[in-house]
């Protein structure tokens, strides 16, 4: 969030919901003191609490959903969503529920008179100013008003285009928490529609959807592999992402993306699929330009900056910096590729901490021995012939994995943790033998042509998909048989 958006909701908190309660309270108070007849104060406390997070909540999707800050600045949408579909001013209902509960737990019949009193004001000037200045902005706001009752809630309507409340609670969470790990810097040069639209960015971390929602500040949905969906289900589900298939065409996800975005929700794509390994572009997969060809435009294009220096898909540490992001809008799909086909990093960048760099230099430069590296904070050093390398630039580690690449030969022979579909280890280590005809594991044969797809997930899973199942292995480094495949056997991973 910029500052002075935080600076503004923390002054307009304090103003709407400490000091304009005090005064009111205070002031009823001092002009009539007799005590309310009976003991009110239980029912004080139930609405004072009910109207406060009635309210916290409705400000809250008034400014997710609708880029709009509580009493001052209005959002640049008609909002629809949670409290909205229960009563057109759910704020200004939370605050009176708060102010007068406020008034009866206090039991002074003077404070309770001045806040009803300022509760009817607020009632009609909701109605008579703040409704026709909606109407003149929102021509569709007349068939809201038929739809829904100003201050009176009915039950909510559930809409998926809608921040379900635990993806707002994590907004707010990640934004503190980002003043203490990641400080994000973007720059826009375009303006971002509202609604309906497809974001589309570099994949470099798994924390690359918190950057898209930040620099965004706005309620999207991530379609999610469903080998990480179906282990964390119910998290993904009450942040409002959906599983969607990379081993085959996944028609029923396209159609709900389609969908999705052409009833004015924001959807967030990475058109790579996976994590880069190594900051640059892995490239779009099969598919992704025939899905951008039917959703409304413009494209949003984010090219995140850095960040895979803070947090590499070899990595084992997340460690804080400076995380850069460039905005663009695009009319046609070719332009936003190509914007984000630059490397993330520069190749003079250096990493903060190699622990792991195994993984991605998984053969030794020098002797050629696989699987040899040892990593530290400082580089690497190969435990057999003694090779070591103090703080490598990027661009030199991309030379040695290049040369790695084109050095690798068949037939390639590694043991391995057979896994299921979904990351779970089945209890079965097994010999795997990599040919130009067929992977061997076990008494297990596994021909080319019997092979339609092959992923890999995390820095070590991957897996073959024979058109009937998944047959998934855990090795030392997914990257090196990511390379294996894409060379001997010509198949895009």
Known sequence: MYKKHIALGVALF??????????????????YKKEIPGNFEWLGAILSWFGFIFGMISASYALIDGGGVAFCCPPKKLLRCGTYSMCRHPMYCGFILFLNGLALKLGNLGSLGVSVAFSIFLIIFAIAYEEKRTSEKFPEYSEYKREILAFIPKSPKFDDRCPPLLFQLLFYVGHIISWFSWHIRFEKDCEVPEE??????NHVTY???????????RFVSFPISFFHYERHKWLYKLVGSFPIKRHKPDTRAIIKIISYIKKGGRIGIFPEAERSWDGRYLGSKEGFDKLALRVPKPIIALRIEKAHLLYPRWGKKFLPGKVFVKVKCFERIEEAEEFLRS??????DVYPTYDGVERYIYRC?????YHTIESSKTG????????????????ELWKMHDENYRSLNLPFTEEAEMIDPYGRPVGKNVKVIMSKEEIRYGESVLKRENVRSFITEGSREVFFYDGDKMIGFKFKSALLWSDLVKKFWNMEV
């Open 14 to 31: 304090l103003t709407y919901w400490v000091i304009l309660p005090m005064v009111i309270i205070v002031a009823g108070g001092y002009l």
């Open 196 to 201: 309906g639209y497809m974001i589309v960015a």
């Open 207 to 217: 924390l690359d959807f918190a950057v898209v929602v930040y620099t965004l500040s």
């Open 343 to 348: 490397p993330s990093v520069d190749a003079n």
């Open 365 to 369: 430069p020098k002797c050629g021995s």
């Open 380 to 395: 690497f050093k190969c435990r057999k012939c003694g090779f070591s390398s103090k703080k490598p630039t990027v661009g």
